[in-house]
Every structure is written in structure tokens, then in C-alpha cells.
Nanobody, 120 residues
Framework: QVQLVESGGGLVQPGGSLRLSCAAS????????MGWYRRAPGKEREMVAV???????SYADSVKGRFTISRDDAKNTVYLQMNGLKREDTAVYYC??????????????WGQGTQVTVSS
């Protein structure tokens, strides 16, 4: 079983910055993609950023140039550096990790979510 623990959310003023972290633990054999998703009030969950095991990154158009995803494989941790935050970035942010545990095959695991509120 793989557990994900997120941290770093909070309240920030427009233009401010936050850094989210998501640490994976448990019986992990290997990790493939790691990513961040978000769900704003009244909207569907959307992809924010994804990073592959090879370090290739993808971003939603709405966050390109402002957000940076990175990973530390030694710590099984993925980060999301968010700069230039806007009110429309307000959402619950979830990390997702595609990992292989003791059983064969890769599965997607979700964190519990962390609230990010951008407001003056």
C-alpha cells in the first residue's frame, strides 16, 4: 500500500507564492509519473502539472510560466512551486503518484488534498 501526505497549502495574497509538497511512503517498489491536480469550487478536477520518471514536465496552460513541478526520487517526494498566484488558482490541490508496490503493476494513488486560497 502507498500513502501520500501533502503539505504547504494555505492562504496567500494575489501575487504571492506557495510551495506544495507530497511525500509517498509505504511498500514502494518504484514510482513512475507524479503530478498535481486541483478542484476549484463548482468545477471539475483538472491537471495542473505532471512530471515523468525521466523528468519531463507538462503544465496546464493556465499555470505555465508561474508554476514549477519537481521531484526528489531519493525522498519519493514531488513539489509544486507556485509563484504569481491569482484568485482563480484557489482550489483544493491533490497530488497523484503512479507507483508499483509489492504487487505487480502500476496504480494511481491520490493524496488527501490541501487547500490553497488566494485572497486579499
Amino acid at each position: 500500500q502507498v500513502q501520500l501526505v501533502e503539505s504547504g497549502g494555505g492562504l496567500v495574497q494575489p501575487g504571492g507564492s506557495l510551495r506544495l509538497s507530497c511525500a509517498a511512503s509505504g511498500s514502494i517498489f518504484s514510482i513512475n509519473d507524479m503530478g498535481w491536480y486541483r478542484r476549484a469550487p463548482g468545477k471539475e478536477r483538472e491537471m495542473v502539472a505532471v512530471i515523468t520518471s525521466g523528468g519531463r514536465t507538462s503544465y496546464a496552460d493556465s499555470v505555465k510560466g508561474r508554476f514549477t513541478i519537481s521531484r526528489d526520487d531519493a525522498k519519493n517526494t514531488v513539489y509544486l512551486q507556485m509563484n504569481g498566484l491569482k484568485r482563480e488558482d484557489t482550489a483544493v490541490y491533490y497530488c497523484n503518484v503512479v507507483a508499483r508496490g509489492v504487487a505487480p503493476g502500476y496504480y494511481g494513488y491520490w493524496g488527501q488534498g490541501t487547500q490553497v486560497t488566494v485572497s486579499s
